[in-house]
């Protein structure tokens, strides 16, 4: 171009014009753009230097490329000016359309500012239109072309090689040559950020099939059971997928499993806890349905599985088998309520299902049981199985809370004694919760005499046999020593004297230890439970009435052989 003679413009530069733009576009990274802008410059355009200063997002401005000058190029690349530098210079000296040219005459004010800068040396200029070594030309390239636009950068030149300051087509060049490394600049930019996101969302993706295989080996793959069921809608708590551990710890198939929900397989008894047990991180202990009938006691925990835009997807449930863990439990809850010797129930847990059946107060008739209540008490008077009156109508000492926890709608089954017809002799028909007494007769003298070995294997005889004698649901406990207890529902007076009767019958045969028979006794008190004693008093009544029997009955019905 410095061999040119304006308005005359030789094909062979257009060409070489058209080249250098056609380079910018096709540059394959957005360093290789301001690179090829800076070298299109010098081959293009005829510059002996050229320097492409790239906006930062934080508004500075840096060298991004430099050509024609290997030294300068290592000064200055990667320098950062300030924005209000590039301002500054933007504003002054003569503007060319969208160039700026500020001559050595004005540009001294700029040798000391913060913008990187290269100096060249030579002669004064001779001519008018002659460039001087100290002037500067500035190419601005904005996003829309035009000084409306967003600043991208600005293309620094110096030096022309013909020596002279451009012309009108020297400076029509220049600028069209930075719209279109403006143009080019921002497709490469759109380019790298696409490049960027599309590696960016491959690594996501990569992320996430590693997530997924990472769950899925892990819900596969884990010891204890695993179960993924539906949330919400009609198939609420549906099984859709379970690994290999739940589906042996159930004994069924897992295509059996997608067509059953927890509530299915739960116990009947452990329903409610089930329905219990929130979603959101719940936990429950019940048991669940083999497919062999029985059942296996299990922790649920549940965790929720969430869709960021659609909310809960499905449910997470952990299941962990924990029947040694519950066998543990109650073999260790059973020694401590059971005697250890015989297997009865100790005198705690007597005392604890005795509590269980009786309330603090005793039962109140309704206004339609007044004439029998009259006549089964007389003046609304009563006593228990002590003989110890009560009366309705008059305060209580040391109860004054007693009505205390009721209400008008008392759902207890309260426990009342049946009162014996003095002048029929016959029960008058109520059924109570008899309290029988029982005391051996004779055993400490085989602890004596055979040992304490023998007095064991008694006891366990004993044990058994008043068990042998009971109903289902009855209740027969070792207080301790040779004193045992039987609970029994549901009895009149004469029902809980014939127990007795069967219980002493099923003491009294010899029982055989180490090769020999002996024989024990047995003595009986029948107490009566009622809403308003206590365990204790309970038994104490029982014991009284035993102690009672026991001195009454003559020396041959108690010895032992």
């Given amino acids: 171009m410095e061999t040119e003679s304006e308005p005359y413009v030789r094909l062979a530069t257009l ?64 320098r950062v000016g300030s924005r209000d530098a590039w301002d500054r210079r933007l504003a002054m000296g003569k503007q060319w359309g969208e160039l700026r040219f500020i001559p050595h005459t004005e540009g001294w004010v700029l040798d000391e500012d913060d913008v990187p800068q290269w100096f060249t040396a030579g002669p004064p200029p001779r001519f008018e239109d002659e460039w001087h070594p100290a002037d500067r030309l500035f190419a601005p390239m904005y996003a829309t072309g035009t000084s409306g636009g967003e600043l991208l950068g600005v293309i620094s030149v110096d030096r022309p090689r013909n020596g002279r300051i451009p012309g009108a087509w020297g400076r029509e060049a220049l600028q069209m040559y930075a719209f279109q490394a403006a143009i080019a600049i921002s497709n490469a930019r759109l380019r790298s950020n696409m490049q960027r996101a599309l590696v960016r969302l491959e690594r996501e993706q990569q992320a996430l099939r590693a997530s997924e295989e990472s769950f899925r080996q892990a819900f596969e793959y884990a010891p204890s059971g695993m179960a993924i069921a539906e949330m919400g809608g009609d198939q609420h708590g549906r099984i859709l997928r379970t690994n290999d551990a739940l589906c042996r710890l159930l004994g069924r198939p897992a295509s059996a499993m997608r067509r059953y929900s927890f509530s299915d397989l739960v116990h009947p008894e452990d329903i409610g806890t089930l329905l219990r047990t929130s979603a959101e991180g719940g936990r429950a202990e019940l048991r669940l349905a083999r497919r062999d009938g029985t059942y ?39 020694r401590a309520s059971h005697d250890s010797l015989t297997g009865l129930p100790n005198s705690a847990e007597l005392r604890a299902r005795l509590s269980a059946r009786l309330c603090r107060r005793p039962q109140e008739p309704g206004p339609s049981a007044i004439d029998s209540l009259d006549a089964a008490y007389g003046d609304h008077r009563g006593a228990d199985a002590n003989g110890i009156g009560f009366d309705f109508g008059a305060p209580v000492p040391h109860q004054s809370n007693l009505y205390e926890g009721f209400d008008g709608f008392d759902h207890h089954v309260h426990v009342a004694a049946p009162e014996h017809d003095e002048s029929s002799g016959a029960d008058n028909g109520t059924k109570g919760l008899a309290v029988l007494f029982c005391d ?96 204790e008093e309970v038994l104490q009544s029982a014991d009284q009435r035993m102690y009672v029997e026991k001195r009454s009955r003559s020396k041959q019905h108690r010895r032992a052989g």
């Avoid at 081959?43 to 790239?54: K, P």
């Avoid at 006691?297 to 659609?310: H, Y």
């Avoid at 209740?475 to 009895?491: I, K, S």
């Fill in 296 to 334: 296996v006691w299990v922790s649920l925990r549940n965790s929720v599985v969430a869709d960021a835009a659609d909310g809960p997807r499905f449910l997470l449930t952990h299941v962990e088998d924990i029947e040694e863990r519950k066998r543990r439990e109650l073999h260790l809850a059973h």
């Fill in 440 to 535: 051996l007769d004779g055993f400490k003298s085989i602890n004596d005499r055979f040992g304490h070995n023998a007095g064991d294997a008694v006891l366990i005889e004993v044990a058994r046999r008043l068990t042998s004698v009971v109903r289902d649901g009855d209740t027969v406990a070792r207080l301790g020593g040779d004193e045992f207890v039987v609970l029994a529902d549901g009895l009149g007076r004469e029902d809980a004297q014939d127990l007795a009767v069967r219980l002493r019958n099923a003491i009294i045969p010899p029982i055989r230890v180490d090769g020999r028979a002996v024989r024990v006794g047995a003595s009986f008190g029948i107490g009566w439970a009622h809403c308003g004693m206590t365990a």
């Fill in 15 to 78: 060409r070489q014009l058209h080249q250098v733009m056609a380079d910018m576009n096709t540059a394959r990274s957005l360093a290789d753009t301001l690179q090829t802008v800076a070298d299109g410059v010098v081959s293009g355009l005829g510059y002996e230097l050229a320097c492409v200063n790239l906006v930062r997002p934080d508004g500075d401005l840096v060298v991004a490329a430099f050509s024609g000058n290997s030294a300068a190029e290592a000064l200055i690349t990667g």
